[in-house]
């Protein structure tokens, strides 16, 4: 059968890629399919050829899988968000398990890796703490839209489709946000219709609103909020950040970050305090973090209790242990682990993030953990006492294979690997797979509806 982009084709959807893309095969050739589930037949029109494989998009769905299910959002394959709502939650952990597994099998070359079930988040709707709404002049229309003339297509404010910058959709309901966050958002959004000020221009980086962020404390059900615009106007902000104080009782933070940058970041060159405080409290368990608006925290809350508890059981200390943390962040991890060790060193090269993990631990009374401003690439070298246990905690991109030498320079008997990525996860205990045994991995779902997946391994050195 000849597959040439520009065509349409009847699929049977046999499984899934890592990125949430169905997977089809025609006489071995492979073609990947957006929104696509297992067990769907559909049709589809090829957007890209490759030699060895091809991307398209559904058509008409011919026979829904038995796993596909209505999805709730009416934003549901438009929105970069989550993509997958209309999957059954109990097949999503299915293949988010699978994909860590199959990630240590075909990029770590590790056969017969013992990976757990996938921990289900708490909740699968309302479950994110942060939420970034973009703002542009030109609003990106849903097919149901196009050729209504009421609606105001020079207004947006929402979320990108997925793999744009410039498109944005105009949100009003977000159902992976608390609903009073839907709220907020859409007085907001009501004040800068009413401001006549413009919406920032993705293209032509002209206009004044940029971004509206917005942080939730479950343990107290309070909210920041940061209005991100691209130059100082406290006589437009200020009044909305007393509207919002007035309107809703649990906002306990207004703040305001300004950049004249082009970069599509919600963060600030400086910022201004609005109303309120100047930062959100929160728990983890028993411990409070103070949380300023452009600080790292996990974005699903309960979520992290999951993840934290984990990181602990294979940690396995039992109070006398050294521990070392690489990627330290904010602290959370020395935290959660700080009363089962003796002391632990966390590194980070964020001097910010640095100046949050010390508060956090004054904030606690805890006086076992220290922490070191640096590269790691540098720092791990100076390390001379091999630690009991070594924690690492990096960003999606994995560790530096510098890193990767200087760990199995150092040692240590225990490591507990927590990884946003199962690609790279996989590829760095591939790298040390000589040294240390994969004992376990647990995944645990901080992101329903995505693909993307939180594990945990613990090796053990050979």
């Given at each position: 059968?000849?597959?040439?982009?520009?065509?349409?084709?009847e699929l049977e959807i046999t499984d899934l890629a890592f990125g949430g893309?169905?997977?089809?095969?025609?006489?071995?050739?492979?073609?990947?399919?957006?929104?696509?589930?297992?067990?769907?037949?559909?049709?589809?029109?090829?957007?890209?050829?490759?030699?060895?494989?091809?991307e398209s998009r559904i058509v008409s769905l011919l026979s829904?899988?038995?796993?596909?299910?209505?999805?709730?959002?009416?934003?549901?394959g438009y929105c970069g968000g989550c993509k997958w709502q209309f999957f059954k939650y109990d097949k999503q952990l299915e293949y988010k398990q699978r994909h860590v597994k199959e990630s240590f099998k075909h990029i770590g070359g590790l056969e017969d890796v013992f990976v757990h079930p996938t921990i289900p988040s708490e909740r699968i709707f309302e479950y994110r703490n942060k939420m970034e709404f973009s703002c542009s002049d030109r609003r990106w229309l849903l097919p149901n839209e196009l050729g209504d003339e009421e609606i105001d297509i020079g207004f947006a404010l929402g979320l990108h489709v997925p793999g744009t910058f410039h498109k944005v959709l105009d949100i009003d309901k977000c159902l992976i946000?608390?609903?009073?966050?839907?709220?907020?958002?859409?007085?907001?959004?009501q004040y800068m219709k009413k401001s006549g000020r413009p919406l920032y221009g993705l293209r032509s980086h002209e206009g004044f609103w940029r971004f509206v962020m917005m942080r939730h404390s479950v343990a107290h059900d309070q909210w920041l909020v940061n209005i991100v615009t691209a130059t100082k106007d406290l006589t437009v902000v200020q009044p909305l950040a007393d509207e919002l104080r007035e309107k809703f009782s649990n906002i306990a933070a207004v703040v305001n970050n300004v950049t004249a940058s082009v970069s599509s970041v919600a963060t600030g060159e400086y910022e201004l305090h609005l109303a309120g405080e100047q930062y959100l409290k929160e728990k983890l368990g028993p411990y409070e973090f103070e949380i300023s608006a452009n600080?790292?925290?996990?974005?699903?809350?309960?979520?992290?209790?999951?993840?934290?508890?984990?990181?602990?059981?294979?940690?396995?200390?039992?109070?006398?242990?050294?521990?070392?943390?690489l990627y330290s962040g904010t602290g959370t991890i020395p935290i959660w682990l700080s009363d089962s060790a003796d002391e632990i060193i966390g590194i980070e090269i964020v001097e910010s993030a640095i100046a949050d993990a010390k508060e956090n631990c004054f904030r606690n009374n805890i006086s076992n953990c220290n922490f070191i401003v640096g590269d790691i690439r540098h720092i791990i070298a100076e390390i001379t006492q091999t630690p009991d246990v070594l924690i690492i905690d990096p960003p999606r991109t994995g560790m530096h294979p510098d890193v990767v030498k200087q760990v199995l320079k150092l040692g240590p008997k225990k490591i507990v690997y927590v990884s946003c990525n199962p690609a790279t996860l996989a590829r760095d205990v591939g790298l040390m797979k000589e040294a240390y045994r994969v004992a376990e991995v647990q995944p645990v779902d901080m992101f329903p509806h995505t693909f993307h997946i939180e594990a945990v391994a613990r090796l053990e050195k050979i």
């Amino acid at each position: 059968m000849t597959i040439k982009k520009g065509g349409e084709i009847e699929l049977e959807i046999t499984d899934l890629a890592f990125g949430g893309k169905g997977i089809a095969k025609v006489d071995g050739f492979t073609v990947f399919v957006e929104q696509a589930v297992p067990g769907d037949r559909v049709l589809a029109r090829i957007y890209k050829k490759k030699k060895s494989y091809a991307e398209s998009r559904i058509v008409s769905l011919l026979s829904p899988s038995e796993d596909r299910i209505d999805a709730p959002c009416a934003f549901s394959g438009y929105c970069g968000g989550c993509k997958w709502q209309f999957f059954k939650y109990d097949k999503q952990l299915e293949y988010k398990q699978r994909h860590v597994k199959e990630s240590f099998k075909h990029i770590g070359g590790l056969e017969d890796v013992f990976v757990h079930p996938t921990i289900p988040s708490e909740r699968i709707f309302e479950y994110r703490n942060k939420m970034e709404f973009s703002c542009s002049d030109r609003r990106w229309l849903l097919p149901n839209e196009l050729g209504d003339e009421e609606i105001d297509i020079g207004f947006a404010l929402g979320l990108h489709v997925p793999g744009t910058f410039h498109k944005v959709l105009d949100i009003d309901k977000c159902l992976i946000y608390p609903a009073t966050g839907n709220d907020i958002v859409n007085t907001i959004r009501q004040y800068m219709k009413k401001s006549g000020r413009p919406l920032y221009g993705l293209r032509s980086h002209e206009g004044f609103w940029r971004f509206v962020m917005m942080r939730h404390s479950v343990a107290h059900d309070q909210w920041l909020v940061n209005i991100v615009t691209a130059t100082k106007d406290l006589t437009v902000v200020q009044p909305l950040a007393d509207e919002l104080r007035e309107k809703f009782s649990n906002i306990a933070a207004v703040v305001n970050n300004v950049t004249a940058s082009v970069s599509s970041v919600a963060t600030g060159e400086y910022e201004l305090h609005l109303a309120g405080e100047q930062y959100l409290k929160e728990k983890l368990g028993p411990y409070e973090f103070e949380i300023s608006a452009n600080s790292f925290f996990q974005t699903n809350t309960r979520g992290a209790v999951a993840l934290y508890d984990t990181v602990k059981e294979y940690a396995q200390l039992t109070g006398t242990e050294n521990v070392l943390d690489l990627y330290s962040g904010t602290g959370t991890i020395p935290i959660w682990l700080s009363d089962s060790a003796d002391e632990i060193i966390g590194i980070e090269i964020v001097e910010s993030a640095i100046a949050d993990a010390k508060e956090n631990c004054f904030r606690n009374n805890i006086s076992n953990c220290n922490f070191i401003v640096g590269d790691i690439r540098h720092i791990i070298a100076e390390i001379t006492q091999t630690p009991d246990v070594l924690i690492i905690d990096p960003p999606r991109t994995g560790m530096h294979p510098d890193v990767v030498k200087q760990v199995l320079k150092l040692g240590p008997k225990k490591i507990v690997y927590v990884s946003c990525n199962p690609a790279t996860l996989a590829r760095d205990v591939g790298l040390m797979k000589e040294a240390y045994r994969v004992a376990e991995v647990q995944p645990v779902d901080m992101f329903p509806h995505t693909f993307h997946i939180e594990a945990v391994a613990r090796l053990e050195k050979i």
